[in-house]
């Protein structure tokens, strides 16, 4: 019996793609997408407007910024906003977080997302 060692082959270099997708990722595209996002949030660390300060929030638990009400459904979803975890709630943050206080309907373009992520990242 012959096996293929293409699919094993793809299947290892999927991470490294994946990785080199996220470096792509253009920082001053995604400062541009922030613009809608300011309209509520600020990225100065103890400003905050409608929305907590996004400062430093990628490494950060869910719901946890001091001096910020966050809705009970923020407080109780109880993950750390990384930038798969950014992905999902900036896609669909009702669908992700039911029940949360963002009216925001989400980002459904991927690629403007990364680019949002990756401005938040240099947020620090």
């Known amino acids: 019996m012959r096996v293929s060692v293409t699919p094993f082959i793809l299947a290892a270099l999927l991470p490294f793609a994946l ?8 920082v001053e595209a995604g400062k541009t997408k922030f613009k809608i996002c ?16 996004l400062f430093a929030v990628v490494g950060r638990k869910s719901g946890s910024l001091a001096g910020y009400n966050y809705s009970d459904a923020m407080k109780d979803f109880n993950h750390t906003w990384t930038p798969e975890t950014l992905d999902t709630y900036l896609a669909d943050p009702h669908a992700t977080v039911p029940g949360t206080k963002m009216i925001f309907p989400g980002i459904k373009d ?8 990756a401005y938040l990242e240099t947020l620090k």
């Open 19 to 26: 990785a080199g997708s996220c470096a792509a990722a253009d």
């Open 38 to 53: 300011a309209i509520c949030h600020a990225t100065e660390a103890s400003k905050m407007k409608v929305g907590p300060s």
């Open 110 to 117: 991927k690629t403007e997302r990364a680019n949002l992520i």
